[in-house]
T-cell receptor, first 115, second 115 residues
Framework: GAGVSQTPSNKVTEKGKYVELRCDPI?????LYWYRQSLGQGPEFLIY????????DSGLPNDRFFAVRPEGSVSTLKIQRTERGDSAVYLC?????????????FGPGTRLTVL | AQKITQTQPGMFVQEKEAVTLDCTYD???????LFWYKQPSSGEMIFLIY????DEQNATEGRYSLNFQKARKSANLVISASQLGDSAMYFC????????????WGAGTKLIIKP
C-alpha cells in the first residue's frame, strides 16, 4: 500500500513569508506526528495528533508554528513569519494508533529553506 | 528524564563484516519500546527493527538484530554481512507512554561501508 507522502519535497521561501507543509499518512493510521530535523542531528518532536485533535503540541517552538488535521487524515503544518532558523527538514510519521509497540512510518520529508 | 545516547558519531566498516552500533537509553518507565531507523542520503527515515521492554528474546529482522541488555539499558544494533547499501545514518529511538508515545531520538551514527 501507499506510504506516508509529504508535499512539497522542497520549499524555498523568503524570511517573513508564510508556508504550509502537507502530510498524507498511511490510510487508516490514526496517530500522526510531526518532527523537525536539522542537519547532522536526530529528529526533534513538534506535535502529535490522535485522530483530529492535537494530543500533544508541546514541541512546537513558538506560536508561529501551528498544525491541523481537520478530518483525521491529512495534516498541514503552518509556519508564519518564517525565520532563517526554521530551515530544516520537516518529517511526518504515522502509526496505526498510539502505543509502545506501534511503529511510526515516515514520509520523505519536506526540506524548508528560508533565505 | 528520557534520553537516548549514541556514542559513535561515525564508523567505517569493511564490506561483508559485521558491525555493532551502540545505543544506551535512560527512562524511569517500565514499559517502553526501542527502535532503530536507517536514514540514507536520500533523507527518508526507514524503520529497521523494534524491541519491547518486556520482550524476552532479542529482536531479529533479516540481517539486523538487536542486542538488548535491559539491566545495562543498552539496545545495540548488529548488522551482519554488511553491504555497500548499508552506508547511511542510523538512529536509535525510544517510545514511552510518559511522553505521549513520541519518539525520543539519539544523535545518530554515520556508517560507511568500504568496498
Amino acid at each position: 500500500g501507499a506510504g506516508v507522502s509529504q508535499t512539497p519535497s522542497n520549499k524555498v521561501t523568503e524570511k517573513g513569508k508564510y508556508v504550509e507543509l502537507r502530510c498524507d499518512p498511511i490510510s487508516g493510521h490514526t496517530a500522526l506526528y510531526w518532527y523537525r530535523q536539522s542537519l547532522g542531528q536526530g529528529p526533534e518532536f513538534l506535535i502529535y495528533f490522535q485522530g483530529t485533535g492535537a494530543a500533544d503540541d508541546s514541541g512546537l517552538p513558538n506560536d508561529r508554528f501551528f498544525a491541523v488535521r481537520p478530518e483525521g487524515s491529512v495534516s498541514t503544518l503552518k509556519i508564519q513569519r518564517t525565520e532563517r532558523g526554521d530551515s530544516a527538514v520537516y518529517l511526518c510519521a504515522s502509526s496505526p494508533t498510539s502505543g509502545i509497540g506501534y511503529t511510526q512510518y515516515f514520509g520523505p520529508g519536506t526540506r524548508l529553506t528560508v533565505l | 528524564a528520557q534520553k537516548i545516547t549514541q556514542t559513535q558519531p561515525g564508523m567505517f566498516v569493511q564490506e561483508k563484516e559485521a558491525v555493532t552500533l551502540d545505543c544506551t537509553y535512560d527512562t524511569s518507565d517500565q514499559s517502553y519500546g526501542l527502535f532503530w531507523y536507517k536514514q540514507p542520503s536520500s533523507g527518508e527515515m526507514i524503520f529497521l527493527i523494534y524491541q519491547g521492554s518486556y520482550d524476552e528474546q532479542n529482536a531479529t529482522e533479516g540481517r539486523y538484530s538487536l542486542n538488548f541488555q535491559k539491566a545495562r539499558k543498552s539496545a545495540n544494533l548488529v548488522i551482519s554481512a554488511s553491504q555497500l547499501g548499508d552506508s547511511a545514518m542510523y538512529f536509535c529511538a525510544m517510545r514511552v507512554p510518559d511522553s505521549n508515545y513520541q519518539l525520543i531520538w539519539g544523535a545518530g551514527t554515520k556508517l560507511i561501508i568500504k568496498p
